[in-house]
Structure formats: structure tokens, C-alpha cells
């Protein structure tokens, strides 16, 4: 009679024993990875949102100045100067990730017709694992990621 070809039970051991290693190995780099592009994708959304704000003051759209507000977990742009006065049927809301902490400049508005922003100076998102990118917000309306 013909043996069948088949696996030893120390070959799937060793197999197994490698994907363990490569796995395990590969779980940190993951999460590097992970935090990275949240960060990232965090500081893109909010200059996104911060040249729609400027952009809609300088159209002044709504006869108004348009303002952004930076929370963990959300950025707000609004119509007005004021966020608790605000019109919030005008509110545009992105969500962020909730690894991200944002610090610094939270809160700007854009003056209606020049785009000129009332805060100038640093965005710091700060992930769980302190890694930071920072968004500079210039005087007269830059905004560099």
C-alpha cells in the first residue's frame, strides 16, 4: 500500500509557531501605523474645514464671518462669531477620531469678505501613544498642515 503525502505534526507545529512570531511581531508596527493615519487623517479634516470656514467668510455667505471649533471627537463650522449664539442649522460637523486630543488655537473665526482669522498660532493633536501633528494657522489666513 501507497503512503499518502501529508504533514507531520512537527511541521504544523513549526508553521504555526512562525505565523505566531510574524504575527506578534507585526501587531506593534500595526498600531504605529494605525495612530499615524489617524493622526493624519485628523489634521486634514480640520484644515479642510478651516479653508471651507475662510472660504465661506470671504464669499460671505449668509451676510456673515464663519468660524470653526476644534472638540475631541468633532470639528464645527458654524456661521457667526459665537459658538453658544449660533445659528445651528448653519453647523457643518466632521467627526475625528477619539485616539486624537486637540490642544492650542481650538476656536477661529474668519472675518466676512477678507477671511482674515481672529487666532493666529499652533494645532497640536496629540494621539494616545504622544505622537503629535501640528496645523499652523497664519495672520493673514494661511493654513499649513
Known amino acids: 500500500m501507497k503512503k499518502s503525502p501529508a504533514f507531520t505534526l512537527v511541521e504544523v ?3 504555526i509557531t512562525v505565523i505566531a512570531i510574524i504575527s506578534l511581531m507585526a501587531s506593534p508596527l500595526y498600531s504605529m501605523i494605525r495612530v499615524r493615519n489617524n493622526l493624519e487623517l485628523a489634521a486634514n479634516v480640520v484644515a479642510q474645514n478651516m479653508r471651507r470656514a475662510q472660504i ?3 464669499a460671505s455667505r449668509e451676510d ?3 468660524s470653526i471649533r476644534v472638540e ?8 457667526g462669531n459665537d459658538f453658544e449664539t449660533r445659528d445651528a442649522s448653519f453647523d457643518e ?3 475625528l477620531s477619539s485616539d ?4 492650542g488655537v481650538l476656536e477661529v473665526t474668519f472675518s ?3 477671511g482674515l482669522p481672529n487666532a493666529t ?3 497640536t493633536f496629540v494621539s494616545n501613544e504622544n505622537e503629535t501633528h501640528i496645523i499652523t494657522i497664519g495672520a493673514k489666513g494661511s493654513i499649513h498642515s
Request: negative net charge.
Open 13 to 15: 507545529l513549526i508553521s
Open 56 to 58: 465661506l467668510a470671504e
Open 64 to 66: 456673515s464671518d464663519w
Open 72 to 79: 475631541p471627537g468633532k470639528v464645527t463650522i458654524y456661521k
Open 93 to 95: 460637523v466632521s467627526e
Open 100 to 103: 486624537i486630543t486637540p490642544q
Open 112 to 114: 466676512e469678505f477678507s
Open 121 to 123: 498660532g499652533i494645532l
